[in-house]
C-alpha cells in the first residue's frame, strides 16, 4: 500500500497519471509493430500519425517532415494526420520545424503565439513539439506535433517522441543498410 501511495505521487508530482504513461506506451507498441511490417517510409508514417492522432488526447495535428534529399535546405511535409496545411514545404531557416533541425534539439513550445519563429498553420494550435529524426547520427527528418492546448505537452510526451523518432531512425537506416548490400 505505502509502495502504491509512492508510485501515485511520483506520477502526480510530474503532472501526469499512471494511465496517461500507460498509453503512451502502448501507442508505443502499435508502432513497434507498424514498422515491424512496414515496407515502405511512407506506409509507416501514414500509419502511426493516424495512430497516434487517434489514440492520444490532445495530439491534434501530427505528421512527419523529411529533409528534401536534393536541398537539405528545406523540409518537406510526409504524411500527417490533421487539418490541412499550406505548409508543405519550409525552410530550414524558418519556423519552429526549421528551428529543430538547425539546432538539432527537441523543441516543446509551450505558447506558440509566444514564439516568434512559429509559422501558423491553424488558428486553433495552443502548443507544439518537434523532435529530429536521426539515421547513423544525420538528421533527416522531424516529427511534429501540435495541439489544440496550451502547455500540452509534458515530460512523458517528450520522452515518447523522442522515442518514436529513435524507433523511426533505427528503421530507415536498417533499411538503408539493406538496400545498399542488394
Given at each position: 500500500m505505502a509502495e502504491e501511495q509512492a508510485g501515485r505521487s511520483f506520477w502526480q508530482a510530474r503532472g501526469m497519471s499512471e494511465s496517461k504513461e500507460r498509453k503512451l506506451m502502448e501507442v508505443l507498441g502499435g508502432i513497434r509493430e507498424i514498422l515491424a511490417r512496414a515496407k515502405a517510409l511512407e506506409d509507416a508514417q501514414r500509419e502511426s500519425v493516424e495512430l497516434v492522432r487517434r489514440e492520444l488526447a490532445?495530439?491534434?495535428?501530427?505528421?512527419?517532415?523529411?529533409l528534401d534529399a536534393r536541398d537539405e535546405n528545406?523540409?518537406?511535409?510526409g504524411?500527417?494526420?490533421?487539418?490541412?496545411?499550406?505548409?508543405?514545404?519550409?525552410?530550414?531557416?524558418e519556423g519552429i520545424c526549421g528551428?529543430?533541425?538547425?539546432?538539432?534539439?527537441?523543441?516543446?513550445?509551450?505558447?506558440?503565439?509566444?514564439d516568434p519563429r512559429y509559422l501558423a498553420c491553424s488558428l486553433e494550435t495552443q502548443s507544439e513539439i518537434v523532435?529530429?529524426?536521426?539515421?547513423r547520427g544525420k538528421i533527416v527528418g522531424e516529427i511534429d506535433i501540435d495541439s489544440h492546448a496550451r502547455a500540452?505537452?509534458?515530460?512523458?510526451?517528450?520522452?515518447?517522441?523522442?522515442?518514436?523518432?529513435?524507433?523511426?531512425?533505427?528503421?530507415?537506416?536498417?533499411?538503408?543498410?539493406?538496400n545498399s548490400q542488394s
Open positions: 490532445g495530439y491534434d495535428w501530427v505528421g512527419y517532415y523529411m528545406f523540409l518537406d511535409l504524411a500527417y494526420s490533421g487539418a490541412a496545411t499550406e505548409h508543405t514545404r519550409i525552410p530550414v531557416s528551428a529543430a533541425v538547425a539546432t538539432g534539439e527537441t523543441l516543446v513550445i509551450d505558447d506558440v503565439r509566444a523532435v529530429p529524426i536521426r539515421v500540452a505537452f509534458g515530460g512523458a510526451d517528450r520522452n515518447f517522441v523522442e522515442e518514436w523518432a529513435r524507433l523511426v531512425g533505427e528503421w530507415m537506416s536498417a533499411r538503408r543498410r539493406g
